[in-house]
């Protein structure tokens, strides 16, 4: 589950941009003006609008040769790159956007009824850890809602541009943020075993510990454990599009992709479902954005399964 | 991420207010041992009796929490502190002033207040020494204009007081 692709973290071209890494110091308090970083992301909006991949090259002019070649790559496969606000919360934001837009777009009834009873198994799970109920149902019922609302047919469905104004509106973004926190919190802790060798890893804390520290407060950046977790529970597949310097022992040039297939999908459903994840995200090291495939072309497999 | 936004004068949103008119019938049927909500009809700031636990440094005495609940709630944490005179603590200052990662950049939806009322009783029962923080003049003078600890950027270091 580690980034094989083994990110370059002090690189400030890429992080330039992307959010803040806090820095706990020794000493019981200090008061300090709000960080440079925290005041840049502030700025962008929690969700962008479509954009074409020239804006992504736009920003390594200057830069690294095998960045601009991965984004040209990137350019022959994908139409369009949405931003989303590097606050830490940018994985579960682009997550919720991109899934609600398929759900608009495809009108896809059986998908809402499938995803619904995961829903429910994950309140259950949460009560079955001893979560109280009303720390998280009002989480749970604003992520039905939005479900029902874009369901055309409804008397309260929703428009497109709508759907964007509400993953703008800090009122049900967050909510839905959240909604999806508790949902990966309640997998982690539900299969703790599982999960203990990768937060262990990661940061040598326990799984209550990790939860409790960076699952379950707004703002705590996601990694793979977040991606898997919240994959698994809700049973949808994601790709994950990795655009950093690493590059192929033989020199050329491809940009790797993950794709996080939710466990129990059965061979049948993975057949039908391998052609691509209907999510697709752009991972930048300490970012993450919404990717749109190019509708005609075949993402060309560089896949580690 | 901290947060630095002051509590808010505004009124609570309807979420907040159905959230916590919920945490109030869940206190009042199972209350947290050693405290008491000193009942009164301010929904947005409970003032929380605090009795220290026997067989600690702070056995039988009596202090004050005053909650104040921010327009977003549970979004946003809710702004916790002492009344005077605030218990003296390594991580407490004389203004009343709480060091805990849970009311600032750890706090969380899942928690209640009920959970922020035992993690500071847990912080005064395994607390070693009555004293105050290092840094408590310079912190309370910076303080001194109504800053909220809200807008505090709180480094945390000790995990055993």
């Known amino acids: 589950m580690q980034n094989e692709n083994d990110t370059v973290k002090d690189d400030a071209e890429l992080a330039a941009s992307i959010s803040a890494t806090q820095e706990k110091e020794w000493g019981c308090c200090s008061v300090q003006e709000p960080s440079f970083q925290e005041e840049e992301a502030a700025k962008v909006p929690y ?19 095998i960045l601009l070649e991965k984004i040209k790559i990137l350019d022959s496969q994908y139409v369009a790159i949405r931003r989303t606000r590097g606050d830490g919360n940018c994985f579960f934001r682009s997550f919720m956007f991109s899934y609600l837009e398929h759900i608009l777009e495809s009108q896809d009834g059986a998908e809402v009824d499938r995803i619904k009873v995961n829903v429910e198994k994950c309140r259950k799970a949460l009560q079955n850890l001893g979560y109280t109920d009303f720390t998280f149902e009002d989480f749970f019922a604003l992520f039905l809602e939005q479900l029902d609302d874009i369901l055309q047919g409804g008397e309260e469905s929703i428009s497109y541009d709508e759907l964007v104004n509400r993953s703008r509106d800090q009122s049900v973004s967050d909510y839905i943020v959240m909604f999806f926190r508790f949902v990966t919190a309640g997998e982690i802790r539900t299969r703790a075993e599982f999960f203990e060798p990768f937060i262990t890893g990661l940061s ?12 379950e407060p707004m703002g705590e950046e996601s990694d793979h454990i977040h991606i898997t977790a919240l994959s698994d529970a809700l049973g949808v597949a994601i790709r994950v599009v990795y655009l950093d310097r690493s590059s192929c022992d033989t020199g050329g040039v491809t940009v790797n992709h993950h794709d996080f297939v939710p466990v ?38 560089n896949v580690e399964k | 991420m901290a947060s630095s936004a002051a509590p808010s004068q505004k009124a609570l949103s309807k979420i907040a207010c159905k959230r916590l008119q919920k945490e109030l019938v869940e206190w009042q049927m199972s209350p947290p041992t050693g405290f008491k909500h000193k009942v009164t009809d301010n929904l947005q700031r409970w003032i929380i009796e605090v009795i220290g636990a026997p067989g600690t440094l702070y056995a039988n005495e ?23 005179p605030a218990p003296l603590h390594p991580h407490i200052y004389s203004n009343g002033h709480i ?19 035992i993690s500071i009783l847990s912080m005064l029962s ?13 912190y309370v003078k910076n303080c001194k204009n109504g800053r909220s600890p809200k807008e505090t950027r709180w480094w945390f270091h000790d995990d055993k007081v």
């Open chain 2, 126 to 138: 395994s607390s070693t020494e009555k004293q105050r923080p290092t840094d408590n003049d310079r």
């Open chain 2, 99 to 117: 060091c805990l990662d849970i009311l600032y950049d750890s706090w969380s939806p899942a928690m209640t207040v009920s959970s922020i009322c």
């Open chain 1, 204 to 215: 040598n804390t326990t799984v209550d510990q990790f939860c409790k520290t960076s699952v």
């Open chain 1, 264 to 301: 129990g999908t059965n061979d049948e459903k993975k057949e039908a479902s391998a052609a691509a994840p209907f999510i697709t995200l752009l991972y930048r090291p300490g970012h993450y954005d919404i990717l749109y495939p190019k509708p005609s072309c075949k993402v060309l497999d």
């Open chain 2, 62 to 84: 009596t202090y004050q929490l005053q909650v104040d609940f921010p327009e977003h709630y549970p979004m946003e944490s809710p702004q916790v502190i002492f009344l005077p």
């Open chain 1, 47 to 65: 969700l962008g609008d479509k954009e074409p991949l020239s804006s992504l090259a736009a920003e390594y002019q200057a830069g690294s040769p």
